[in-house]
């Protein structure tokens, strides 16, 4: 086993159950890689593992962030690196399992160091943001080829690349070239898996899981994101988790059940395919290898684990 097995995928393909049957067969732990199911209030809407998936291995950096706190890959490489080190120094094996396929491109290729933006860039472009200016025009305006590379709604990157931008006179593309960084999973001591179900059969787990979450309490859940205090904002990153615009909606009477669960099937669909499209271009090569299901696996994977059956691998 290497010492570093990765398992990306979209979601409802079935991840969580690989790593548990891959850390469970070679004592490792398994460190999430989902920029959702870090948040201690989204449990349900992020298919975070139950507590009998937690009891058979250790797991770690799930469920560990207040929803009023955003989190980003920087604070994700932070919070990584001692427990890849500790693990590394120890001998034992990581399982490193999710959906967010920066986080992954990070851990093996880096992130650029960010210079330091002075206070008052930062605040005069989050009052921008906040009084509705088009921040995608802004960026083009400075920086063509990075806006070109982001969608619109993505403003958290949008404003790190405009305020580079205001600190550095540089674009991003330049900064990027000149400040590479060191990635916390050596070459050589890490293997990937990128789990890609036929579309069809991802789409159809994917309405049935939300299905599912809104018997296990997802309403419930958005009505807690709902009462916080002070209230989150609407752009916060837990707020923007799949299935939680709808179900406030319906919540706040402003769309029936059906409704919300149509329009957060179709999001959640969406984002799944845009996780395959990311993985298609920075999850491959000789380090990553594709299959379709757990059960078809390559041979290193499914050699040493049992996967258990489609159906218990169908709704993570």
């Not at 990581?94 to 210079?115: C, D, H, K, N, Q």
């Not at 006179?169 to 990937?192: C, I, K, Q």
């Not at 018997?215 to 009462?227: I, S």
Request: hydrophobic share 45%.
């Amino acid at each position: 086993m290497a010492f570093a097995t990765l398992i990306a995928g979209p979601t409802a393909s079935g991840k969580s159950a690989l790593a548990i049957a891959v850390a469970e067969r070679g004592g490792a732990t398994v460190i999430n890689a989902d920029s959702m199911q870090v948040y201690a209030d989204l449990r349900v809407l992020s298919a975070r593992p139950t507590l009998a998936e937690v009891a058979r291995v250790p797991h770690a950096l799930f469920g560990f962030v207040p929803a009023g706190e955003e989190y980003s890959v920087g604070r994700y490489l932070a919070d990584s690196a001692p427990l890849i080190a500790e693990a590394r120094a120890k001998g034992r094996a990581i399982v490193i399992a999710g959906g967010t396929g920066l986080y992954f491109r990070a851990l093996t290729e880096g992130l650029m160091p960010s210079p330091p933006i002075h206070a008052a860039v930062r605040a005069e472009w989050r009052q921008r943001a906040a009084a509705g200016e088009d921040l995608h025009a802004a960026l083009r305006a400075c920086d063509p080829q990075r806006a070109a590379a982001l969608h619109p709604q993505d403003a958290p990157r949008i404003l790190r690349a405009i305020e580079l931008f205001c600190a550095t006179g540089r674009t991003y593309t330049e900064w990027l070239r000149d400040n590479p960084g060191e990635p916390l999973l050596r070459p050589g001591e890490w293997r990937g898996i990128f789990l890609n179900p036929p579309r069809a059969l991802l789409h159809a787990r994917i309405d049935a899981r939300f299905e599912a979450m809104m018997d296990e309490g997802a309403p419930e859940e958005v009505r807690g994101l709902l009462a916080h205090q002070p209230p989150l904002p609407a752009n916060l990153g837990v707020m923007k988790a799949h299935g939680v615009p709808h179900l406030a909606r319906l919540l706040r009477g402003e769309m029936d059940r059906a409704e919300a669960v149509r329009l957060s099937q179709r999001d959640t669909r969406a984002y799944a395919r845009r996780q395959v499209i990311f993985a298609r271009r920075y999850l491959a090569g000789k380090h990553w290898q594709w299959a379709e299901s757990a059960e078809e696996a390559p041979r290193a994977f499914s050699s040493e684990v049992d996967t258990g059956s489609r159906e218990e691998n169908a709704i993570k």
